[in-house]
């Protein structure tokens, strides 16, 4: 072990932040040798249950997290990176995106059933607009009920006969073990995940040289890359937390060697209309695809579909 102090690691109380930073802390101590101690952090995103875009979006689960890494109280702390606002911090650095987990999304049902499966007037839970914008086009006749919630809350409406079905992340059930409770993984044809989903983000200050190069040791290439694009894409549409937007970069073999493939959509949360397209660029260009797609979507008029997003949507929390 290493004779200097074992880094604090900022996370949120929820059993999913706990497990995931508790992963990342046991990697950081296998990798370097640094212990690694997790301080619960409160933030307003888990106290107040009120739609997020009532509250200030996603960024009330990470705020509170990054004030106390500013402040000393914490060295570092790791956040689902699709919470994270895509505007930096000058203050802070993302020193390391991990490797990323399966970033699709995943139905988790009464009776074992999949989504083609469920009667006409099912009852799916989702805070999401991108979810429900992409649920609704599949034109499969599904009520959308509003939810939010941590995982437990959340399948618990189903198992309590309140919802037939739930929609989540599916690299929150398997990071806390639990994929298998699971009816069906959707295929990003049906539904794309959330810019960044399935990914987590290490921060720390930016001056703080020490822990950044520690943490570099997490970074994976691939997946910074990916994420990087999908981002990009999220940033330049000028998309907040309540804009119905999916995207998942992919990197494939193209005719240069590899290249990242962005797939995106952005959908009403009424399932019509929907505008999805794709664009390949350059592994080493990553914020430029990103930023291509998003042009071609605005000018096919995904501004007006944001626009047109009711205020009272959410995208959720981290599931």
Known sequence: MSDRAPLR???RASALATTQSGQVAARITELTGVEVELVTVSTEGDR?????TQIGGTGVFVA???EAVLEGRVDL????????????DPALTLAAVTSREDPRDVLVARDGLTLGE???GSRVGTGSPRRAAQLNALGLGVEIVPVRGNVDTRIGKVTSGELDAVVLARAGLLRLGREDEATEVLDPI?????PGQGALACECRADDAETATILAVLDDPDTRAAVTAERSLLSALEAGCSAPVGALADVVW???GDELWLRAVVGDPSGSPTIRLSASGPLSEPAAVGERLAAEMLAEGASELMADTPSGTSIGSTS
Do not use: E, F, W
């Open 190 to 194: 049906q539904v794309l995940p959330a």
């Open 48 to 52: 107040n249950q009120a739609p997020l």
């Open 9 to 11: 690691l900022g996370t």
């Open 118 to 120: 469920l009667p006409h």
């Open 64 to 66: 509170a997290l990054r």
């Open 254 to 256: 193209g005719d240069d």
């Open 77 to 88: 702390a790791v956040h689902s990176l699709k919470d994270l606002p895509t505007t930096p």
